[in-house]
């Protein structure tokens, strides 16, 4: 099959890293790769904060937690997931969440675990580079192109990380919580965090990165005319 099929498939959400830092050169490499990304009208509308600087990802993550703490459910700019589930998104968001804690002997109502894994996502799964992806506020007022042109980015990102021996997590946990991000990194106002994505050298001993949760058929999602 052609290599970039393959890449395609085989890349999968890790959640588990080795403490072993992604060096300026390849987070450029990475990042000048995914800038050749496709755009409307060539708009390129990502502003990427590639950060591995430990204390500053320490301190994100920090700020993020302490607001949870607070009982805040999200400080975003962005709404990510739908107000309304409908059922059949509501299944697969079910089946997948409930397929990770299966596959990692967690039981449902371990609350204290499942929290602790979801706090993982804000200790960077212990990787020690993440980009936080932005763009400019005025392209998503009352716009949402950039928003699609920024979902292929964030791909890029991921497949292009797998070339030099990296792997990824994209998150929308800090989407929640674009705001604390923003506050932290003291960007400018006219910015919006959209997303962020973990890059670094998989714990390839770790049971969690080989969960490998299913798509749904795409006679399901596809429709030949
Ligand atoms: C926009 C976006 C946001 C996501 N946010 C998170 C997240 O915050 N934390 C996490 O562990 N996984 C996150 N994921 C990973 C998804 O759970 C994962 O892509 C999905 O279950 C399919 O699994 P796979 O990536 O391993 O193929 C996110 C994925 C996307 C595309």
């Not at 395609?8 to 992604?22: D, G, M, N, T």
């Not at 987070?27 to 990427?48: D, H, R, V």
């Not at 409908?86 to 609350?111: N, S």
Request: proline share 4%.
């Amino acid at each position: 099959m052609p290599t970039i099929t393959n890449a395609i498939i085989e890349r999968s959400s890790k959640r588990a890293f080795l403490q072993k830092p992604v060096t300026r050169e390849i987070q450029e490499e990475i990042l000048k790769a995914a800038a050749m990304t496709p755009s409307g009208a060539n708009m390129q509308p990502w502003i990427t904060y590639a950060i591995s600087d430990k204390e500053v990802l320490k301190n994100i993550g920090d700020a993020i937690i302490q607001k949870m703490n607070s009982g805040a459910e999200h400080d975003q700019f962005i709404q990510y997931y739908p107000l309304e589930w409908k059922p059949i998104y509501k299944k697969r968001r079910f089946e997948t969440g409930i397929g990770l804690y299966a596959h990692m002997g967690v039981d449902r109502k371990d609350v204290e675990t499942r929290t602790k894994m979801w706090h993982d996502n804000f200790r960077w799964f212990n990787a020690q580079c993440v980009f936080f992806v932005f763009t400019d506020k005025a392209m998503i007022d009352g716009a949402v192109g950039a928003l699609i042109d920024c979902g292929a980015y964030m791909q890029s990102i991921m497949l292009c990380a797998r070339d030099f021996g990296l792997e990824s997590c994209p998150q929308g946990s800090t989407t929640e919580f674009g705001r604390v991000v923003a506050k932290v990194l003291d960007a400018p106002d006219n910015l919006a965090l959209l997303y962020s994505v973990v890059i670094g050298y998989e714990d390839k001993e770790a049971k969690i990165n080989s969960y490998r949760p299913q798509r749904a058929d795409i006679s399901e999602t596809v429709i030949f005319i």
